[in-house]
């Protein structure tokens, strides 16, 4: 089935640092999301991204986060500065028509 | 509000046995989402399993079946005949499509061990 890669698949950070997650969606789908599921928790949505802009977030989506596609290259989730509640799994999905998601592998982010 | 509650695992089973995995939503911010079970095998990504949206349809792959039952709020997830290949994580979702706009909510996941 299609194919969506993220980069890193781990990543250690210190607390305040920045750190940018990525991900390459297929290449035809035009919907891009960012879940995040702590340890033992369920998977939840973080924000949904449409013809350039944030479409809905959620509550865990703080003023810290930010997500972007220039020019149509990664999908990006930035944190900054990033925080000991940070750390988590972050799931990049992406849907042709805002339907159907598919998934990345997941980038695993350590926060000290 | 918006949930998913599936079975708790882990879920162990006997090669060649049947499997029922629960999955039961609440759903308040629309009335009939599209449901959907995922899977996630070892050591690989999440990967779509089946999906239904209309509401008394039933959904099925790789020897897997679950029927969108809007009377009950539940999408069980079922197997005649399990295998040990099908040992992995599934992971039970509602989503909602709205516009230009959909989110999945997802259920804990249930472990499923296939024992040879």
């Known amino acids: 089935g299609p194919k969506v890669l993220q980069i890193p698949s781990h990543q250690i950070i210190d607390m305040g640092q920045m750190v940018t997650l990525n991900c390459d969606p297929v290449s035809n789908h035009l919907y891009f999301y960012w879940y995040k599921q702590i340890l033992g928790q369920q998977m939840e949505f973080l924000v949904n991204f449409y013809n350039g802009k944030v479409m809905e977030k959620s509550k865990l989506f703080k003023d810290q986060f930010s997500v972007e596609r220039p020019d149509g290259s990664y999908f990006t989730l930035k944190i900054q500065p990033t925080a000991l509640e940070d750390s988590a799994v972050y799931f990049c999905?992406?849907?042709?028509?805002?339907?159907?998601?598919?998934f990345g592998p997941g980038t695993r982010l350590l926060v000290l | 509000g918006d949930s998913v509650t599936q079975t708790e695992g882990p879920v162990t089973v006997s090669e060649s046995e049947s499997l029922i995995i629960n999955c039961t939503y609440s759903?308040?911010?629309?009335?009939?989402?599209?449901l959907f079970w995922y899977v996630r095998y070892p050591g690989e990504g999440l990967q779509l399993l089946l999906k239904v949206i209309t509401a008394g349809q039933k959904g099925s792959s790789r020897g897997f079946e679950a029927t969108y039952n809007k009377e009950t709020t539940s999408f069980h997830l079922q197997k005649a005949s399990v295998q040990e290949s099908d040992s992995a994580v599934y992971y039970c979702a509602l989503a909602f499509i709205t516009g230009n706009t959909g989110k999945l909510i997802f259920g804990l996941g249930t472990t499923l061990q296939v024992q040879p």
């Open positions: 759903a308040t911010s629309i009335a009939y989402p599209n």
């Open positions: 999905a992406s849907s042709f028509l805002g339907d159907t998601q598919y």
